[in-house]
């Protein structure tokens, strides 16, 4: 079949072309939806930044929003005589927010970064006050600001029976222990406490109501010179766990233990301070955190010292009142066992019955009686649950002693 012959173009204007509704290409060009785009307009840093400032003047307005809410919450919970701090309610905050955000921002920046907001939410409902093993600069220190944020009110203390014993006397809501290190295994001195004042004395108001996995990184801090180096300050535990690194690099310092590793950066700031004025050589330094070395004007001269990379402590949070189940919980239990038979593989069976899964177990003397212990252990679940309820009930059957320490939302991330 023949077709007509189409038109040539001229150099002239182009002429119209014919109507067909059926065809995109006979569209108006100002109208059509293939037509060649614009080329975009480079974006510029300032446009960036005006579109950022924009962003936060959103932030404002929405963090002061819930903060409105907030201070709601606060009426209400002492209306109705509820603590401000709830660590199973956190716990669901944290997990929500952390599984909305799909990036770029990084889920411990986001989680910081909450976890300061609901410091600030705390203050708003009715202040906080919580204890540590001070001085400042102490790993408890920095556990204290990762996990309650910066705007509660902290008290550093001398010893970790102070922390309990703080709690115990209503002088502070709540106390920040550690317990157990991922090098060093538990920590006695807390043990120890649960065990003389809890299990042994009945302070009985005393409960871990949250824990806390913190990531231990330590630094030599010193304001000298590496090879002049003779005196090396710091907690025992914290020697054990860069024991290699100190054999190696300065096997002929001598180690002097500490109450705390703050302590130490504090004495060496002391220390060095009196060698600067007696024009004498700079030869001591600390382990501690590079926390520790800003409060006290000591310089890192290495970090990460640490034997084992990965290196964690527990802490446990000590409060008055009972938490909640989570949905995610654990319990920690302490007892002295019946002198009998069999008790210990009686009580670790309660459990094992009950599908129950243990995954702390630490024993100490009694202080009672020579070759006698007291354990403790950590078991998946809330006290509330059925399950976790028969397993005690038939674990006390056992003991001559048992008490339950808490019940409190598993830590699932390392600060």
């Known amino acids: 079949m023949s077709r007509k012959p ?60 819930r903060a409105s809410l907030v201070v709601q919450v606060g009426s209400l919970k002492r209306a109705q005589g509820l603590p401000t701090y709830a660590p199973h309610r956190e716990a669901q905050v944290l997990d929500r927010v952390l599984g909305l955000s799909k990036g770029p921002l990084p889920q411990r920046t986001l989680e910081a970064m909450y976890r300061e907001l609901m410091s600030g939410s705390f203050t708003l409902q009715q202040p906080v006050r919580v204890g540590f093993l001070g001085p400042e600069g102490s790993y408890s220190h920095l556990a204290t600001i990762k996990h309650f944020g910066s705007s509660v009110a902290m008290e550093n203390l001398h010893d970790i029976t102070s922390v309990f014993s703080e709690v115990a006397r209503q002088h502070i809501d709540f106390g920040m222990a550690p317990i157990e290190n991922t090098i060093g295994g538990g920590i006695v001195e807390t043990l120890d406490a ?26 030599l801090l010193c304001n000298g010179e590496p090879k002049a180096i003779a005196r090396i300050y710091s907690k025992p535990e914290v020697f054990t766990q860069c ?89 920690s239990l302490m007892f002295d066992l019946a002198d009998k038979p069999g008790a210990l593989a009686h009580v670790l069976q309660a459990f094992a019955k009950q599908q129950i899964n243990l995954t702390h177990i630490e024993k100490r003397p009694s202080g009672r009686k020579n070759w006698t212990y007291t354990f403790l252990v950590d078991a998946l679940g809330h006290r509330d649950d059925a399950t976790m309820a028969a397993a005690l009930a038939d674990a006390k059957h056992q003991c001559k002693d048992l008490v339950v320490l808490g019940s409190y939302p598993r830590s699932k991330r390392v600060l």
């Open 243 to 331: 024991r290699s690194w100190l054999a190696r690099s300065f096997p002929n310092a001598q180690l002097i233990p500490t109450p705390s590793s703050s302590k130490a950066a504090e004495m060496v700031r002391d220390l060095t301070a009196q060698a600067v004025r007696d024009r004498k050589t700079v030869d001591a330094a600390a382990v501690g955190s590079e926390l520790a070395g800003r409060l006290y004007g000591l310089h890192p001269l290495f970090h990460g010292i640490e034997d084992v990379p990965g290196n964690v402590t527990r802490f446990v949070v000590l409060g008055r009142a009972p938490t909640p189940a989570s949905g995610d919980d654990k319990t």
């Open 6 to 65: 189409t038109s040539k173009a001229t150099s002239g204007p182009a002429s119209k072309p014919a109507s067909n509704p059926r065809s995109p290409r006979s569209a108006n060009p100002a109208k059509s939806s293939w037509s060649k785009p614009k080329q975009a307009k480079a974006v510029s840093l300032i446009d960036i930044r005006d579109a950022i400032t924009s962003l936060d003047e959103q932030l404002v307005q929405l963090l002061n929003a």
């Open 194 to 219: 649960f065990r003389d004042m809890v299990l042994h004395e009945g302070k009985r108001d005393i409960t871990i109501c949250a824990e806390v996995q913190l990531a231990i990184r330590h630094a």
